[in-house]
């Protein structure tokens, strides 16, 4: 992990009066940064944790998420690209600038949805990627009532299984050496939360998790020489599927 992923955060930090902490609704304990938060309540500034991609996940497990956390930080649930939860969130910076200032810090793991939040907040267009790391530095962004400023995506110095990477959105698919490992993974999750996508996807959910990256490959022609199910290149594509959203938990 980069030393110098957390200089940048400690720079935002510390020319923020408010930071926004953006957690990916699906894992929110996964992609919390509490080494990071600690540091914002140290300096004294202001903490809101936004849950977004929350259209991805169903209306219990939102609920159920935001009575964890809300015990600790004001938060709100928000999804950037369908433009859910923005109003709350513009209430909520408004009220906390008025014992503040208006510089308001975005923070969070690569992909989680930062720059298309800026975009919201904003009204102006930056550029966005599901490419992990895709922002580079800083960026200052005027909003009318306040300023934004952007990080690039906070990696904890910690050692994090790369599989578990892959499903928080912090590591590309096509950087594994083993996709098949973190399909598997985000297959047996499916099946124990949301197991209509596995049919929407055209495959039975009774498998096993092998068999179905089987039956995906035979599904989307994914064929290697003699027929064979190309099961690493299937396996990529449904986790990339996955980060963009096209799979809902």
């Known amino acids: 992990m980069k030393k110098g992923f957390f200089d940048r955060a400690y720079y935002v930090i510390n020319n923020s009066d408010i930071v926004l902490e953006v957690i990916d609704?699906?894992?929110?304990?996964?992609?919390?940064?509490?080494?990071?938060?600690r540091q914002i309540k140290v300096k004294g500034?202001?903490?809101?944790?936004?849950l977004n991609?929350?259209?991805?996940?169903?209306?219990r497990t939102a609920k159920e998420t935001k009575k964890e956390i809300i015990q600790e930080s004001p938060c709100v649930f928000i999804s950037s690209t369908q433009k859910t939860g923005m109003n709350k969130l513009r209430k909520m910076l408004l009220i906390k600038?008025?014992?503040?200032?208006?510089?308001?810090?975005?923070?969070?793991?690569?992909?989680?949805?930062k720059s298309a939040l800026i975009n919201a907040l904003?009204?102006?267009?930056?550029?966005?990627?599901?490419?992990?790391?895709?922002?580079?530095?800083?960026?200052?962004?005027?909003?009318?009532?306040?300023?934004l400023i952007d990080s690039p995506g906070i990696?904890?110095?910690?050692?994090?299984?790369?599989?578990?990477?892959?499903?928080?959105?912090?590591?590309?698919?096509?950087?594994?050496?083993?996709?098949e490992e973190a399909a598997t993974t985000l297959?047996?999750?499916?099946?124990?939360?949301?197991?209509?996508?596995?049919?929407?996807?055209?495959?039975?959910?009774k498998n096993d998790p092998e068999k179905i990256l089987e039956e995906l490959a035979m599904h989307r022609n994914r064929l290697m020489k003699g027929g064979i199910?190309?099961?690493?290149?299937?396996?990529?594509?449904?986790?990339?599927?996955?980060?963009?959203?096209?799979?809902?938990?």
Not at 25 to 37: G, H, I, L, Y
Not at 164 to 169: A, F, K, Q
């Open 229 to 249: 199910p190309d099961i690493n290149a299937v396996a990529k594509q449904l986790l990339l599927d996955w980060q963009k959203g096209k799979i809902k938990i």
């Open 97 to 113: 600038m008025k014992k503040t200032g208006n510089i308001v810090g975005v923070i969070g793991y690569p992909n989680t949805g």
């Open 25 to 37: 609704a699906r894992f929110p304990e996964k992609t919390r940064n509490k080494m990071v938060e």
């Open 45 to 50: 500034k202001e903490l809101i944790i936004v």
């Open 187 to 205: 297959i047996e999750l499916l099946k124990e939360k949301n197991p209509q996508e596995l049919i929407k996807l055209g495959i039975k959910e």
């Open 122 to 147: 904003s009204g102006k267009k930056i550029r966005t990627s599901i490419t992990a790391g895709f922002t580079r530095g800083q960026q200052i962004i005027n909003a009318g009532k306040f300023k």
């Open 155 to 179: 990696i904890p110095y910690e050692k994090r299984d790369e599989n578990e990477l892959v499903l928080i959105g912090a590591k590309n698919p096509s950087k594994l050496n083993y996709p």
């Open 53 to 59: 991609k929350s259209d991805l996940v169903s209306g």
